[in-house]
């Protein structure tokens, strides 16, 4: 059984761009899952080039999947890619070690994904990060490889997203942002009824939840302001 579905949240086009850099761990990884899937070289070669060039429209992301349309010469095809979520028992171990410490909480707010986290969530049984034969795909186009260009561009702009936000990467496994906010602060609530029973900052209790992501909400903001240099530029 899998958990509640939830808003799809869009995420607009991303800007053509120029090649090279070697993004995070965890986007490689997603990207080495896209390379594996590709058909041939030919086809990923051809998803690489629409993909920086801007041809991928903005990309709606919900539990399971995302959707977007890829525009490739004088045509344009809509694109479903999918995901399996994760079902109600791994989504709630994966919310357990997230509140496990303070600091796994604060790093996903600041758009970070501890190589240590992904481990210990792969020890309890717990696939974050997709692999090759999980990768689904549906185009409008009649090329029939599967996927097809145009799916592996829109899987690799996911990468991007994925690269600056990790919670990109839950939502497609079935934990929004805002679902797994939620978790932590129902799991939060105990802890701060009864301190004693744990060590100042084993774990994250509810007002310091809240201060993370007050915190987090304001440093988007500011860099917004402030122009902040495109994150995708390092790739």
């Known amino acids: 059984m899998t958990g509640p579905t939830s ?13 090279g ?25 051809k998803a690489r080039t629409l993909a920086r060039a801007g041809a991928v429209g903005a990309i709606t992301v919900s539990d399971g999947g995302a959707v977007a349309a890829v525009t490739d ?10 995901v399996p979520v994760l079902d109600e028992g791994d989504a709630a171990v ?12 604060a790093a996903l707010l600041a758009g970070q994904l501890p190589h240590a986290f992904v481990e210990a969530i792969e020890e309890a049984g717990v696939e974050l990060l997709p692999y090759r034969g999980e990768l689904g795909s549906a185009c409008t186009c ?15 702009q996911l990468a991007w997203l994925i690269q600056a936000d990790p919670f990109v990467l839950t939502h497609l496994r079935g934990l929004s942002r805002d679902r797994l906010l939620r978790d932590l602060h ?21 007002e310091a939840l809240d201060d993370l992501v007050v915190a987090e909400d304001a440093a988007v903001r500011a860099a917004r302001l402030l122009h902040r240099e495109d994150p995708f530029d390092s790739w």
Do not use: I, M, N, Y
């Not at 850099?21 to 070669?45: I, M, N, Y």
């Not at 010469?73 to 999918?82: H, I, P, Q, R, S």
């Not at 009864?194 to 209790?205: F, I, K, L, Q, Y």
């Open 186 to 206: 129902r799991l939060a609530r105990p802890s701060a009824a009864a301190p004693a029973a744990e060590s100042p900052g084993d774990s994250v209790s509810s």
């Open 21 to 45: 850099g070697a993004g995070t761990w965890w986007s490689k990884a997603v990207v080495r899952a896209v390379e594996e899937a590709a058909f041939s070289v030919q086809d990923l070669r």
């Open 7 to 19: 808003t799809g949240v869009t995420h607009p086009r991303l800007p053509a761009r120029r090649g």
């Open 73 to 82: 010469g004088d045509d344009a095809f809509t694109v479903e890619v999918t």
């Open 142 to 156: 009649d090329a029939w490889p599967d996927p097809c260009p145009h799916a592996l561009a829109v899987l690799t």
């Open 94 to 105: 994966f919310a357990e070690l997230v509140a496990a410490e303070s600091g796994r909480v």
